[in-house]
């Protein structure tokens, strides 16, 4: 199964386990990750269900190629990073 991993600085606003998933696509893997955690889901997709601005999604060391449609593929043995974006210069 695949694995979810978040970034160590959500760990100060809520709890961050690591997760496993057999979803297809990191929309679904997201939306069972979020179902299961409300708080979380709150922190990582906006109200249309999209990737935050300050959040970014990797898939096997790939940023996620559309927020909105999160549509990209994952593997039995894929590894998700979720982690804030970072900006500036």
Wanted: proline share 8%.
């Amino acid at each position: 199964m695949a694995q979810i991993i978040f970034t160590q600085q959500l760990a100060r606003f809520l709890p961050v386990p690591r997760l496993v998933t057999d979803a297809a696509t990191l929309r679904a893997a997201l939306d069972e990750v979020c179902a299961a955690n409300p708080r979380l889901a709150a922190y990582v997709l906006d109200d249309q269900g999209r990737l935050r601005p300050n959040v970014a999604a990797f898939v096997d060391g790939r940023r996620c190629r559309d927020p909105v449609l999160l549509d990209d593929p994952v593997r039995p043995d894929s590894t998700i990073h979720i982690l804030q974006a970072l900006s500036g210069g």
